[in-house]
């Protein structure tokens, strides 16, 4: 390397051999003071685009999540627990597009060669024409990136284990994964591939590393599921090129993930609707309605502080309602335990799920099953009242196509000149005070509220 032009290599003494390269933009703040930068060409904020052109991954759950496809250019984020099927997950994803005609390339950090094909066999993805490489050294794998010039998906799994050795530090520390995460983000935007990274999470569920990764990125999915559990929900949390907050649904089975095309009849499989204490929320995850089972279960305390424990739903969100269950309706839930599950382990976030979460515990206090044909959902307000939640056609037009024939849900109001009309076939129960749900289950159990 000279920093001039010469007609002669001093090194080897060929004649005309040197040619110029054209340097890559030095980052921001590395040449402070080194001269005036290159002028902006700023334009008008109209302006017609196209839609960014997408790549099926031929696994509909995942490209439903990701907004309809791969964008090229892209970076996506995928964190999860260990074991939980991340990298079984992207190798099918990778398969299916390398046998589509794209080239896609997967990249081990963790694995060793043998190791990714022993899966990819049990799989039956071993005929997949998928490029695989071992490595660490972001060098060598970038050099490597650049000469594939007709890459259309790349997986570096994971960006935990990636190593820069310009910088003085073990791979996975803080700055090794931003500088590497970094690097790779910049390729995919110049050489056009859409890149995966995969993210390590630590023990309260986030991805390890910095927080400015997350901001790197243009999507960050979770997978997330109980290793006990067969479902596994891909969420997106982060999407900018589709909607946030949409799942994914998948079944583990030994040949792999299996796409769950109808999540709501799967959770709903082993629902016994003859027993107190369960109800069936009709939710929204994203555009998807989804119907789950939420059960509740009430033991007498023997003495001390009463608990309450929760699976699938946030615990506080659970105090809260059990408080206006006793202010607002006359309840009397100090003196017992209270188990609440979410069937299927699936983690609900919305409000919507109070009303449904209510009428399981009102079940199980009065001792007398809900409807089994009835689906419920609403906001459930501190002074008791019901109010109303987005997407009600949506929920309701999920539990008439599986069968249900009622929902309790808050009281409609007309929004606009338009009222949320009922799915033919299917009554509404619509309640305006929680303690109007408290009183039917009482009166059915022949008791009177205090």
């Not at 023990?203 to 910095?210: M, Y």
């Not at 305390?301 to 699938?312: C, D, L």
Request: aromatic share 4%; charged share 20%; proline share 3%.
């Amino acid at each position: 390397m000279t920093p001039k032009w010469a007609g002669r290599c001093e090194t080897c003494g060929a004649w005309n051999s040197i040619a110029e390269e054209a340097s890559a933009p030095a980052a921001a703040g590395a040449a402070r003071g080194a001269g005036k930068g290159r002028k902006l060409e700023f334009v008008a904020l109209s302006g017609e685009a196209e839609p960014p052109a997408r790549a099926a991954t031929g696994i509909a759950e995942l490209d439903r999540v990701l907004g309809g496809g791969l964008v090229g250019g892209s970076a996506v984020l995928l964190g999860g627990d260990p074991g939980i099927g991340k990298s079984t997950l992207l190798l099918q994803a990778a398969a299916s597009l390398a046998e589509s005609g794209r080239r896609a390339i997967y990249i081990s950090g963790e694995e060793s060669i043998e190791q990714v094909r022993l899966r990819a066999r049990r799989l039956g993805l071993a005929t997949a024409p998928l490029e695989l490489a071992a490595a660490i050294n972001l060098r060598d794998i970038a050099a490597s990136l650049e000469a594939a010039r007709d890459a259309a998906f790349v997986v570096i799994d994971s960006i935990q284990t990636m190593w820069l050795d310009t910088l003085e530090a073990a791979p996975g520390s803080v700055s090794q994964v931003r500088a590497s995460a970094f690097e790779l983000i910049r390729l995919a935007k110049s050489q056009g591939f859409a890149v995966v990274l995969v993210g390590h999470v630590t023990k309260e569920g986030s991805i390890a590393g910095p927080r400015v990764l997350e901001h790197m990125v243009d999507a960050v999915l979770y997978f997330e599921g109980d290793r006990g559990h067969q479902f596994r929900i891909l969420r997106g949390v982060k999407n900018r090129f589709g909607a946030t907050d949409e799942i994914g649904v998948f079944e583990m089975t030994e040949a792999g993930l299996a796409e769950v095309a109808n999540p709501s009849a799967l959770f709903l499989a082993e629902r016994r609707g003859n027993v107190s204490g369960s109800a069936v929320f009709a939710g929204v995850e994203g555009t998807r309605p989804v119907l789950v089972e939420i059960q509740c279960l009430l033991a007498t305390n023997a003495g001390g502080s009463p608990r309450r424990a929760t699976v699938g739903w946030e615990s506080s969100r659970l105090s809260m309602l059990l408080a206006v269950l006793e202010s607002r309706c006359g309840l009397r839930l100090a003196g017992s335990d209270v188990y609440l599950n979410v069937a299927g382990g699936l983690r609900i976030g919305e409000p919507a799920a109070d009303l449904a979460v209510a009428a399981a515990i009102v079940s199980a206090v009065a001792d007398q099953p809900t409807d089994a044909g009835c689906v419920y959902f609403g906001e459930v307000g501190l002074s008791g009242e019901v109010r109303q939640v987005a997407q009600a056609e949506a929920r309701l037009k999920e539990a008439q196509k599986l069968g249900f024939s009622a929902a309790c849900l808050p009281r409609r109001v007309a929004r606009g000149n338009r009222q949320a009309a009922a799915p033919e076939g299917l009554a509404l129960a619509e309640i305006g005070h929680l303690g109007d749900l408290v009183a039917r289950f009482l009166a059915r159990a022949g008791k009177v509220s205090a």
